[in-house]
């Protein structure tokens, strides 16, 4: 359901999650670790700064981080930042009208109990426990 964009966001302010505190990395850096393609990244970065979610420094020692605890920030606060969020009301079976109950189609009451726990999952989940399931992942490699 992620856009390519969205996904490449929340892998990027995961491995910024993880920086100790007051550390920065450099873009090229985060692209490594995130594995996103550097002139991809830096626009993501753009707009991530721009919405207050990260801070950039330059010059010698500079780099990303968080401008916000990653514990105060949800998933869907980024995923509505990159992704047209038309899929919350859009018919499941037809991308030229909007479901609703007195107009629905054969996918309807399933389509909206998947949207209902997916956007539940977005908004009750931060930034800060995807780095820790990122993290406990690595240390087991």
Not at 26 to 41: F, M, Q, T, V
Not at 93 to 100: A, I, L, V, Y
């Amino acid at each position: 359901m992620l856009s390519l964009t969205a996904e490449h966001a929340l892998r990027a302010l995961s491995e910024l999650a993880a920086l100790a505190e007051g550390q920065t990395v450099a873009g090229k850096e985060l692209a490594r670790k995130a594995d996103i393609p550097p002139n991809y990244l830096a626009k993501i970065l753009w707009s991530l700064g721009n919405a207050g979610f990260i801070d950039a420094t330059r010059g010698s020692g500079g780099g990303y981080r968080l401008r916000r605890r990653a514990e105060e920030i949800r998933l869907a606060e980024v995923v509505d930042l990159f992704d047209n969020q038309r899929w919350k009301s859009r018919c499941f079976m037809s991308c030229h009208r909007e479901c609703d109950d007195a107009d629905a189609c054969k996918a309807h009451e399933g389509w909206r109990e998947v949207r209902q726990v997916y956007q539940r999952f977005l908004e009750t989940t931060t930034i800060a426990e995807i780095a820790q399931d990122a993290l406990r992942r690595e240390d087991r490699v």
